[in-house]
């Protein structure tokens, strides 16, 4: 529980009376974002921006999951190709690598290309 700032004790958990609080009773509770009761303005304003849609919020997180998937399936497409390869022609390390820098580079492409759709209006 909250302690007292003055004392050890807990005054509501050891049935005490609490202190007057300048009128305010012991079910009023004050939120941080409660207009002010003597001139009934808010005090924090946390943005003065419209809130977006939920068509384009959700047209925004479905395009943020396509570019993650995109990005990690392009590296790991190309993984398996230069796997292959190395299979084949018998180059040990350099298909995985070819495979691995290639499928970056793709990712990087098109993770951009989706993440400059998110901030289209």
């Not at 005054?11 to 609080?21: A, H, Q, Y």
């Not at 298909?95 to 759709?117: K, P």
């Amino acid at each position: 529980m909250i302690k007292n700032f003055l004392g050890d004790e807990d005054p509501v958990s050891e049935g005490k009376n609490l202190p007057d609080r300048g009128g305010a009773s012991e079910e009023q509770v004050f939120s941080l974002f409660d207009p002010d009761p003597v001139t009934e303005k808010e005090e924090f304003v946390i943005s003065m921006a419209a809130p977006e849609s939920f068509a384009d919020t959700t047209r925004k997180s479905g395009l943020a999951w396509s570019a993650g998937i995109v990005f990690f399936a392009s590296i790991t497409f190309m993984l398996i190709l230069g796997w292959g390869a190395d299979l084949l022609l018998g180059s040990s390390p350099w298909g995985l690598v070819g495979g691995i820098v290639l499928g970056s580079l793709i990712g990087f492409i098109q993770f951009f290309r989706l993440t400059s759709q998110i901030f289209k209006k």
